[in-house]
């Protein structure tokens, strides 16, 4: 499993990328793995203002159907069109295919999320 050292990780297998005022969320490695083969992802709509917990969106496997949490809150300006045509690119590379990209609303919601230590720890005792 792969856990990249440059971004941030909720305990609902979400990372984010920090960019200035910009959040790239996605779902991990540790997610798509659980998941199995992804067969559809539910994109939120670019100017949504988002609430921190919230449903950003919906990611679909063979297995199961999960909402995928939005780590922290904004507005969507960006999301991964692509997923709709082609859902497997999560599980080809869940840190390249993200979600979405939110402008936060506060950046200090960052503080409530795990490092990538803190998630490795996380993800071995589930």
Do not use: C
């Amino acid at each position: 499993m792969e856990i990249r050292p440059e971004l941030y990780y909720s305990k609902d297998h979400e990372w984010v990328r920090v960019e200035g005022n910009q959040a790239t969320i996605g779902i991990t490695d540790y997610a798509q793995n659980s998941m199995g083969s992804i067969v559809f992802v539910e994109v939120p709509k670019k100017g949504k203002e988002i609430a921190r917990g919230a449903v950003l969106g919906v990611v679909e496997s063979v297995k199961a159907a999960s909402d995928v949490f939005s780590p922290l809150s904004g507005t969507v300006t960006d999301t991964n069109d692509a997923l709709q045509d082609q859902p497997e690119l999560i599980n080809q590379n869940p840190y390249e295919n993200p979600i979405a990209v939110l402008t936060m609303k506060n950046p200090d919601e960052l503080q409530l999320l795990m490092n990538h230590e803190q998630y490795a720890a996380f993800t071995k005792g589930e």
